[in-house]
């Protein structure tokens, strides 16, 4: 059974972030002893453990290695203890066997003929070094959302993933949502009328989520994990319970705080509804953001800001509406939130499309539809270039809320326009020698 074409899987560039020449195993006829395709897991943390036992169920597929800078800790979900060797054993356990492959460096995972896709949970600001690496290595991916810490790092991404024609999917999994999915073809398909309005409600506050909140005073770094490899490209900072685990999305070295962590879905839904999963707004509007005064977390707990279209829609993004998605029309609106919608007229969203409509890409699971897409070749439901964009409208508002300014943006070139102060936020420098 072959997987790809012998096309596309064929010798590849040596100089994967500095490891040799590799070969995927299908192109030598080298399949896995199951004959089936095989996936490694980058970031066996919260996420990654959590959404690997669910791959596990899929017979289709088996999952060969997992890869951690920690070896097996605390500060996870609800103080939980997570970690390579934890998710190692879950593996074992589950196809009765030793064969699962561990690796503390996401780079000799690369090296691995023998593994197909790659799963990447680590924290954001290691997203687009695995995910370019591995598109490089002809590995399929499934990488979780938000795409990337920056601009400038998720056109990257999206680049290198077209580049070498590998299948992706973005763990934005509201896609794979019916309620979600039903809304957006009512908008797509004009039942609402001309849209002038989104609303998108992303939670408040600052949860801690790891219990370690209150540990913000430098300490040793525990024994079995690489805390140096864990910083990777972000800056230099002493070790500290707060500063991992699951509550590193409260820094803003790290990731984007709720903006960009709810926002990634929420925000993926508005654009997917006005069909802009290749471009975006053109300005960014009354931002306001109230920042946490936490020793180590420095995200916004509190934000607004707009975002205008050129064909005059209005999304307004605040920690004050409504939680979710919802789509103001001259005809009508329609919400939606995981699970649920609720829509201003009856059959809005339940009355069957007609012939002249047209319906969007229907995916009922998530990681079925990765799976399905690794055999038939076809791109999945939650795209990279569309996570792109939509992470793109979390940045923004980021960057308008810290300069404390509106913006005007240019979809096509991806640049602020007038504004290098805040052009130079679509990226970030680079510690040590890692590059972009």
């Not at 809320?401 to 102060?421: A, F, T, Y």
Request: a neutral charge.
């Amino acid at each position: 059974m072959a997987l790809r074409s012998a096309s596309r899987r064929t010798f590849l560039k040596s100089g994967v972030l500095g490891f040799p020449t590799i070969v995927p195993g299908r192109v030598l006829g080298q399949d896995a002893p199951s004959n089936k395709p095989t996936i490694g897991f980058v970031g066996t943390g919260n996420n990654g453990t959590n959404w690997m036992r669910i791959f596990l169920r899929d017979e289709r597929v088996r999952v060969n290695a997992v890869c951690d800078v920690n070896l097996q800790g605390g500060g996870y979900w609800d103080g939980s203890v997570r970690g390579r060797e934890v998710a190692r054993l879950i593996v074992n356990e589950h196809y009765g066997d030793n064969s699962c492959l561990s690796f503390a460096d996401f780079r000799e995972l690369l090296t691995r003929a023998d593994s197909d896709a790659i799963y990447i949970g680590t924290p954001d600001h290691w997203h687009a070094l695995i995910a370019i690496a591995a598109a490089r290595a002809g590995k399929d991916i499934f990488c979780q959302k938000p795409l990337a810490l920056t601009v400038q790092e998720g056109r990257a991404m999206s680049d290198a993933v077209r580049t070498a024609g590998v299948i992706w999917q973005t763990g934005s999994q509201q896609r794979s949502d019916s309620n979600f999915r039903r809304v957006c073809e009512a908008v797509r398909n004009n039942r609402l009328g001309r849209i002038q309005t989104v609303r998108v409600g992303l939670p408040r506050g600052r949860p801690d989520y790891g219990r370690t909140a209150h540990l913000t005073d430098p300490q040793a770094v525990p024994e079995g994990f690489d805390y140096d490899m864990w910083l990777g490209p972000a800056p230099e900072a002493r070790y500290a319970p707060a500063r991992v685990g699951v509550n590193f999305r409260w820094v803003s070295d790290y990731s984007g705080g709720q903006v960009t962590d709810w926002g990634a879905h929420h925000l993926d839904i508005a654009q997917w509804g006005l069909g802009m999963d290749g471009s975006g707004p053109v300005a960014v509007k009354s931002p306001k953001g109230r920042f946490d005064e936490h020793p180590i977390y420095d995200t916004a707990t509190e934000f607004h800001f707009e975002l205008e279209y050129a064909n005059g829609v209005r999304l307004i993004c605040s920690s004050n509406e409504r939680p979710g998605v919802r789509f103001d029309g001259r005809d009508g609106w329609a919400w939606a939130n995981r699970g649920t919608h609720e829509v201003s007229a009856k059959g809005v969203v339940t009355e069957p499309l007609g012939r002249m409509e047209t319906p969007l890409y229907r995916s009922t699971n998530h990681i079925t539809n990765f799976i399905d897409s690794l055999f038939s070749r076809k791109p999945t439901v939650a795209p990279v270039e569309a996570a792109h964009r939509s992470a793109t409208l979390a940045h923004l508002g980021n960057i308008a809320m810290m300069q404390g300014r509106e913006l005007q943006w240019d979809p096509r070139s991806e640049r602020i326009l007038g504004d290098e102060g805040a052009n130079g936020m679509l990226g970030r420098p680079y510690r040590g020698d890692w590059t972009l």
